[in-house]
T-cell receptor, first 113, second 115 residues
């Protein structure tokens, strides 16, 4: 069964600290993995996409990694800011056309001053 | 429209009343997903529509929940005899179904409060 699991469910960190969010999946055959950021009261928006051949990709203070062998991805946030407080959702796509996207439950990050 | 549109953005209803939530997906997107977010529960799958195929209703929590998608476009999620535990943000997403680089686009959500 295709599944996506995220951890931790929630996280509280101090402003300026780093953190790492995890996403494990069992989707096969794997095509790509996207991380979404959902600000409070808004819909999720795509942060980054990781394809099978990519190991790491950065978007400002966000760095996503992918290990296709262990089927794990992480989202690392450096020097966190209050504006990073949000839910982060991992969504995995399979290769076959017509296959539903698989969504993780998300990690809620709270950055405090 | 340019994005996924959900209405209403906020809905307060009395316990026992029926509510309808609407989702307008991006034009041409064959896949449509309904999810809900409850405090502390994360994203919870409800139902998935794919083109003309039978929808995947496996996530609907009870028979009070139903959804339809007319003409392969607009979708309505109906909750009958609402209960307080139905209070949540209901998110709709749509995508193309061409495998590979499919991206889900989300609406802003409908915040439902049952009092």
């Amino acid at each position: 069964k295709n599944q996506v699991e995220q951890s931790p469910q929630s996280l509280i960190i101090l402003e300026g600290k780093n953190c790492t969010l995890q996403c494990n999946y069992t989707v096969s055959p794997f095509s790509n993995l996207r991380w979404y950021k959902q600000d409070t009261g808004r819909g999720p928006v795509s942060l980054t996409i990781m394809t099978f051949s990519e190991n790491t990709k950065s978007n400002g203070r966000y760095t996503a990694t992918l290990d296709a062998d262990t089927k794990q991805s992480s989202l690392h946030i450096t020097a966190s800011q209050l504006s990073d407080s949000a839910s982060y959702i991992c969504v995995v796509s399979a290769q076959q056309a017509g296959t539903a996207l698989i969504f993780g439950k998300g990690t809620t990050l709270s950055v405090s001053s | 429209g340019a994005g996924v549109s959900q209405s209403p953005s906020n809905k307060v209803t009395e316990k026992g009343k029926d509510v309808e939530l609407r989702c307008d997906p991006i034009s041409g997107h064959t896949a449509l997903y309904w999810y809900r977010q409850s405090l502390g529960q994360g994203l919870e799958f409800l139902i998935y529509f794919q083109g003309n195929s039978a929808p995947d209703k496996s996530g609907l929590p009870s028979d009070r929940f139903s959804a339809e998608r007319t003409g392969g476009s607009v979708s309505t999620l109906t909750i009958q005899r609402t209960q307080q535990e139905d209070s949540a943000v209901y998110l709709c997403a749509s995508s193309l179904l061409e495998g590979g680089n499919t991206e889900a686009f989300f609406g802003q959500g409908t915040r439902l409060t049952v009092v």
